[in-house]
């Protein structure tokens, strides 16, 4: 028997200046004997695909994707709803602009009607930081 370990972490803004909020998954999977090569490759790969998908579904708040091939994914392994969420990057200029203004990120999220700020779709975040540097 082989033993794989996966594991996947992310660190996203929060909504203190200065602080983030970590999520951690890791899988620990025992493999047959005899795999070929390809096989191998396979499984790693979707072991870490399954670890990286229950980080990204529980920062997200969505289910996780099912492994298996026949889901609805993207080309990154995201869920495809309709709405891609705003990326890290995205929400730290936000955050930067919004300090500027005095606008706190709980104002921010209630004026989009999300829980938290780490909610924001790529469009309503994109949205924010162009009419805030238009108004600049």
């Given at each position: 028997?082989?033993k794989?370990?996966?594991?996947?972490?992310?660190?996203?803004?929060?909504?203190?200046?200065?602080?983030?909020?970590?999520?951690?998954?890791?899988?620990?999977?025992?493999?047959?004997?005899?795999?070929?090569?390809e096989?191998l490759?396979?499984?790693?790969?979707?072991t870490?695909?399954?670890?990286?998908?229950?980080?990204?579904?529980?920062?997200?708040?969505?289910?996780?994707?099912?492994?298996?091939?026949?889901?609805?994914?993207?080309?990154?392994?995201?869920?495809?709803?309709g709405?891609?969420?705003?990326?890290?990057?995205?929400?730290?200029?936000?955050?930067?602009?919004?300090?500027?203004?005095g606008?706190?990120?709980?104002?921010?999220?209630?004026?989009?009607?999300?829980?938290?700020i780490?909610?924001?779709?790529?469009?309503?975040?994109?949205?924010l930081?162009?009419?805030?540097?238009?108004?600049?």
């Amino acid at each position: 028997m082989l033993k794989l370990n996966a594991s996947y972490s992310k660190k996203i803004p929060a909504e203190g200046e200065y602080t983030s909020q970590s999520y951690h998954a890791s899988i620990e999977v025992e493999l047959p004997d005899g795999l070929s090569l390809e096989q191998l490759n396979s499984k790693i790969h979707e072991t870490f695909a399954m670890v990286r998908n229950s980080v990204e579904a529980e920062l997200h708040g969505n289910t996780p994707i099912p492994q298996g091939g026949n889901g609805s994914q993207n080309a990154h392994n995201q869920p495809v709803q309709g709405t891609t969420p705003a990326s890290p990057k995205q929400i730290n200029y936000l955050l930067t602009l919004a300090s500027r203004r005095g606008v706190t990120p709980a104002q921010i999220a209630a004026q989009n009607n999300v829980a938290n700020i780490n909610q924001l779709s790529k469009k309503q975040c994109s949205a924010l930081i162009e009419q805030w540097r238009n108004a600049a």
